[in-house]
C-alpha cells in the first residue's frame, strides 16, 4: 500500500494530476477514468434506493446557510460566489491594465451567493415548508467548495471536491434505520473496491463555543460514523460519512410529515476524490485499474 504523498507524486511525474491553485486540482488520462468509474459505481448504489438523480445548483443562498445554522457551525470553510463590477469604466480599467488579473481581484462586487459546501442543503432548501410522505429520498452529485487552509491536499482535502450525497427525510426510525442501512452497504462497496475500511464512531468540527456542544452531543448519541481507510503510517482517512440529523433540519426549514409531526433527517456523503486515493493507495497507480471492480449487485431490504 502505498502513501499519499507516493501517490500525488507518481501521479504528477505521469502528468495526469495538476492544480491551479492550492486545493484546485485537474486529472486526465487513466487516473481520471477510474475517478468516473468508482463515481458511477456509488451512483448507481444510489438510484438502487432513490430510483433517480436530483440536480442541485452549484451555488447557495447566505440565507438558506443561516438557517441551517451554517456559521455558528462550520464558518471557516466558506467560499463566496462572486462577480466583476459591471461598470463601464471598471471594466475599460481592468482591460487596460498592465496586471488585469490583480485589477480584477480589486474590482470584484459583493458576493451575491455562496459556493455549496455540501449537497444535502439544497434538500432542505427544495422542500422547506412542505408536509412529505415519508420517506422522501434524494440523492445528487455536486461540487462542494470547503477552504481548510494550509490543510489543503490534493485528493485528500481540497478547496473544490465532488461528493455524492444520499438524503433521507421521515420519521426518527426511518432515517436511523436508512442511516444503520447505508453504513452495512457503503462498508461492501468499499470491499468491492479492494479496500479494507473501517467504521468509526465520529463528530464534526463544529467551531463557535454555542456550536461545540453539538459535537459532544453526535459523539454520547451515535449520530455521525465515519467510514475511514488506514495507510501504512496509521493515519487515517475518511471516505464516507453516515449522520442522523435528527428534527434539526426538520425544524429549520419547518419540513413534515402527514400528521404535521417535524420530520427527521439523515445524509450519507462520499467523498470522490477520496476514494479514488484510497484505491490508488491501496492498489499502486499501475494495478489500480484493474483491481478496482464495480459494485457488485446486492439487495438491500428498503
Known sequence: MLQPEEVIAILRERDELWETA????????????????????????????????WSVPPGISFETLERAQYFASFPQWLTAASHLSSDNDVLEKIATSSS?????????????AALSPAVCYHTYEALAGQCVTSPTLMTAEGVCWRHEG??????????????????????DYYVEDFRQRWMIRAMDVARSFGLEPEMNLAADPFFAPTARGKAALQRMKALKHELIVRFPDGRTMAIASFNNHERFFGESFRISLVGRTTAASACVAFGIERWLLAVLAAHGVDAAWESARPTPTVEYAA
Do not use: N, Q, Y
Not at 42 to 51: I, N, P, R, S
Open 100 to 112: 488585469p488579473a490583480s485589477a480584477a481581484k480589486s474590482a470584484m462586487e459583493r458576493p451575491g
Open 22 to 53: 492550492p486545493g484546485l486540482i485537474g486529472l486526465r488520462g487513466r487516473t481520471r477514468s477510474l475517478m468516473e468509474r468508482i463515481a458511477c459505481s456509488l451512483a448507481d448504489v444510489a438510484h438502487e434506493e432513490t430510483g433517480g438523480e
Open 150 to 171: 494550509d490543510r489543503l491536499s490534493p485528493l485528500e482535502r481540497g478547496w473544490a471536491f465532488r461528493m455524492r450525497e444520499i438524503v433521507c427525510i421521515g420519521s
